[in-house]
């Protein structure tokens, strides 16, 4: 199920847990880089697109490189820009 804004605020005031299935697999790694790239994409850890949209920027080793940071930035200002 996809909860929209005004829903997860209005669960979130009430207290109330959102129900999202954990599929086996699909859990974020514990890295370090994982938090500021999805606060940069605008996307929050409980998201519903955060785990695929971490799996879509491939190995984060990879992504410690500075020309790959910079590649990486116009994709996260899309993604802001767009809600997600």
Known sequence: MTWD???IAALDALGHDRYRVQVPGQ???D???VDPLLR???????GD???AFVRSLGTLADLRS?????AL???LRRLRRHGG
């Open 49 to 51: 697109g955060a785990f």
């Open 27 to 29: 859990v974020l790694p």
């Open 66 to 70: 500075a020309s790959a940071k910079r």
């Open 40 to 46: 940069a994409a605008g996307l929050s850890r409980e």
């Open 5 to 7: 804004a005004l829903q």
């Open 31 to 33: 890295d370090p880089l």
């Open 73 to 75: 930035w116009p994709r």
